[in-house]
């Protein structure tokens, strides 16, 4: 596999809220946080969020063949839980939280699967036809899938960023995980919503076709920033 990471501040925002790991070493995991709660309390939580769910996984990565889902709940939970104690720790912080993404491979790099809390994303591209694998905990996905709003008006929509899920939260009650298909030639996507404000899924597809994974990271964060750059922008493309 081939894998490119980069976070930016964007133009707007003067500090960066968003955080990233890649499993140099191995490639067997792959994590982007997005932290919420001021400018302290989002770095905050979005360290946090990626330290803990590493640690937990580098502990017990044996644990994959037998149950990988367990083992990304169990991440997840142990990331939750470190910065529900960091609230109450200092009053300053405690409406900190941060969204999460992680796709974690198996020791082939033939199975893959995908965990996630709050708006941050997870896409598939094959063949030139971009999916998104994870669906945002938010009010606005909910009403889209309902059919109360359209993709178009939820865009614009002035409650798109208010999440229904994030980490953060003694009452957390949603990780949704589940396994990803790959085949040879895909490029997986995880990113924090500073890109998806600003590109649609055309183009960020288009971006993705471009076949130096560098390039493309680097592509794909310019692109947000050319397009407003109103918030951090955090990628990570891996090339199957």
């Known amino acids: 596999m081939d894998v490119a990471g980069l976070t930016d501040c964007g133009l707007i925002r003067k500090s960066n809220q968003d955080a990233f790991y890649i499993d140099e070493k191995h490639q067997r995991f792959f994590i982007v946080a997005d932290g919420m709660?001021?400018?302290?309390?989002?770095?905050?939580?979005?360290?946090?969020?990626?330290?803990?769910?590493?640690?937990y996984l580098e502990t017990h990565l044996e644990d994959l063949q037998h149950d990988p889902v367990t083992l990304l709940r169990q991440a997840f939970l142990a990331a939750n839980h470190a910065i529900v104690e960091q609230q109450r720790q200092n009053s300053a912080r405690a409406d900190m939280g941060t969204t999460a993404v992680v796709i974690l491979l198996d020791e082939k790099g033939d199975?893959?699967?995908c965990a996630h809390v709050g708006d941050s994303r997870i896409y598939r591209w094959r063949k030139d036809q971009l999916q998104q694998i994870t669906s945002d905990h938010t009010w606005i996905a909910q009403a889209v899938q309902l059919g109360s709003l359209t993709i178009e008006q939820?865009?614009?929509?002035?409650?798109?960023?208010?999440?229904?899920?994030?980490?953060?939260?003694?009452?957390?009650?949603?990780?949704?995980?589940?396994?990803?298909?790959l085949e040879p030639g895909d490029r997986l996507l995880l990113c924090s919503d500073g890109l998806t404000e600003e590109l649609t899924d055309d183009v960020i597809s288009i971006y993705l076709s471009?076949?130096?994974?560098?390039?493309?990271?680097?592509a794909l964060v310019d692109a947000a920033k050319t397009h407003g750059g109103r918030d951090n922008v955090t990628v990570v493309v891996i090339s199957v």
């Not at 002035?158 to 396994?179: A, F, K, M, N, T």
């Not at 471009?210 to 680097?218: I, R, S, Y």
Request: net charge negative.
């Open 37 to 55: 709660g001021g400018h302290a309390g989002g770095e905050e939580a979005s360290r946090l969020a990626v330290d803990h769910i590493r640690q």
């Open 111 to 113: 199975r893959a699967w």
């Open 210 to 218: 471009e076949p130096n994974v560098q390039k493309a990271a680097a």
């Open 154 to 181: 939820a865009r614009q929509h002035p409650w798109r960023h208010v999440l229904s899920q994030c980490l953060g939260r003694e009452d957390l009650s949603q990780i949704d995980i589940q396994p990803i298909d």
